[in-house]
């Protein structure tokens, strides 16, 4: 799956105020996979992983529209955004893939929220 990077200052995002924890995935009764308890970390700092939705213009064949994401930010704490407002993003990539319906999907990813103070997690959820 090709992994773009974004200039987060090129791409315009709007936060719309919600801000979820990512959790781990487990298995369950007959081999059928579940979101758990657990919130998930990156495996690189060890933060706790959150994803923060953005609306961003979109243009597909020509025609503009508004797009809703969730990004997916490493971070010790929950982070902060003030709801309809702009946000930037170190590190922003999209991950885009084939859906089974013949269309794309995109997974959106960063190193953190541009300007927020980061630290390495001591614990978990």
């Known amino acids: ?5 974004v200039e987060s200052k090129r791409q315009p995002m709007t ?14 009764p007959g081999g059928k996979r579940r979101p758990s308890d657990r919130q998930a970390k990156d495996e690189q700092s060890g933060l706790l992983l959150w994803l923060i939705e953005v609306m961003y213009l979109a243009v597909a064949f020509g025609r503009e529209s508004t797009a809703t994401a969730m ?7 929950r982070p902060t955004v ?3 407002t ?7 990539r999209c ?13 959106w ?3 953190g929220v541009s300007g927020a103070k980061q630290t390495r997690s001591s614990g978990g959820s």
Request: proline share 10%; glycine share 14%.
């Open 1 to 5: 799956m090709p992994v773009y990077a």
């Open 15 to 28: 936060a719309t105020g919600i801000v979820q924890p990512v959790t781990e995935w487990e298995d369950g």
């Open 71 to 77: 990004v997916r930010v490493p971070s010790s704490t």
């Open 82 to 84: 003030t709801p309809l």
């Open 86 to 92: 702009g946000i930037e993003f170190d590190g922003l």
């Open 95 to 107: 991950d885009v893939g084939p859906t089974k319906a013949g269309g794309f999907s995109e997974r």
């Open 109 to 111: 990813s960063a190193d």
